[in-house]
């Protein structure tokens, strides 16, 4: 019994000090010489995915709103979307650091570049990419087992979504990101995906741009059946109130308004499956 302890004891050692290696969003090769031990989460989504995966304790800095689960409100923060503290991060002694790829401003990732630090760079444009997030995470934290399951329970919830709503009559959606200016999504934003799932037509799929700036009568020429925001209630629920001016407006007419849940679908993390489920509710309400 000893030997096998103490073989079990020499393969984690050696596990622990082996060297990892996984391909980022951009198809980087990303190679640690040892699964990391001190993380800097770039974006909520990513620290949420890290305590997902069980690596939460291993990181030692985050962006400003990385506050789900309650516990990563007690990591130190490093900036947020205006800005990073360049000397902060330096400080901490990250041997890791995971980024937005579109969500933090290029010129600040460059400078993050320039510390010749690893970067592991997300990017989820699918819904069935973000599980694969939590896969390769695991394996740069040695959180594989953990991250497995992660995923596993993810890929099951969006299955079980998917045969939900498959074959349903399709409803045309406008996103509402933002109020002023008035912005949306086009057909490479993950919500996208999300509509496609539960049967709904993205009005604005086929513009350029990522997040794409409108106004009121590019709205009201698509006609959507549904007008769908996220965020906090009341606030949101100022933002929909405008297009009730139109009452020939579909979503108006039949009262399809709807504001779901905070950071939900706003995240590619592990709750973005719950998103979906709720934003699947809402385009079913108008069918």
Same mark, same amino acid.
């Given at each position: 019994m000893k030997t096998i302890a103490l073989a079990a004891s020499l393969l984690l050692a050696f596990?622990? !000090?082996?060297?990892?290696?996984?391909?980022?969003?951009?198809?980087?090769? $990303?190679? &640690? !010489?040892? %699964?990391?031990? =001190? $993380? $800097?989460?770039?974006? %909520? +989504?990513?620290?949420?995915?890290?305590?997902? $995966?069980?690596?939460?304790?291993l990181i030692v800095g985050a962006v400003n709103y990385s506050d789900y689960p309650p516990e990563a409100n007690k990591i130190e923060r490093i900036g947020g979307y205006n800005g990073f503290d360049l000397e902060r991060i330096r400080a901490l002694k990250p041997d890791l650091i995971v980024a937005w790829q579109s969500g933090n401003p290029a010129k600040q990732l460059a400078q993050i570049e320039t510390l010749g630090l690893p970067v592991f760079y997300t990017f989820s444009k699918k819904l069935g990419d973000v599980p694969t997030v939590l896969e390769r995470l695991g394996v740069l934290t040695a959180k594989e087992p953990e991250a497995q399951l992660a995923a596993k329970k993810y890929r099951d919830s969006l299955a079980s979504l998917e045969k939900k709503y498959a074959g349903k009559k399709p409803v045309r959606v406008f996103y509402q990101v933002w109020d002023r200016p008035l912005m949306t999504i086009n057909h490479e934003q993950i919500i996208s995906d999300a509509m496609r799932l539960c049967g709904g037509v993205n009005v604005f799929a086929n513009l350029p741009a990522l997040v794409p700036t409108i106004d009121d009568e590019a709205v009201l020429a698509a006609n959507p059946e549904s007008i769908i925001t996220s965020g906090e209630p009341g606030v949101k629920d100022n933002w929909l109130s405008r297009w009730k001016r139109w009452p020939n407006l579909q979503a108006s007419?039949?009262?399809?308004? +709807?504001? &779901? %849940?905070?950071?939900? &679908?706003? =995240?590619?993390g592990p709750r973005l499956v719950e998103g979906t489920a709720k934003l699947c509710e809402a385009i079913d309400k108008a069918r």
């Open positions: 596990n622990a !000090a082996a060297s990892v290696s996984v391909k980022d969003d951009r198809g980087q090769e $990303i190679t &640690l !010489a040892k %699964p990391a031990q =001190r $993380i $800097i989460s770039l974006a %909520p +989504h990513a620290t949420e995915d890290l305590f997902a $995966i069980g690596a939460g304790k007419k039949n009262k399809q308004f +709807h504001v &779901l %849940p905070k950071d939900l &679908l706003s =995240r590619m």
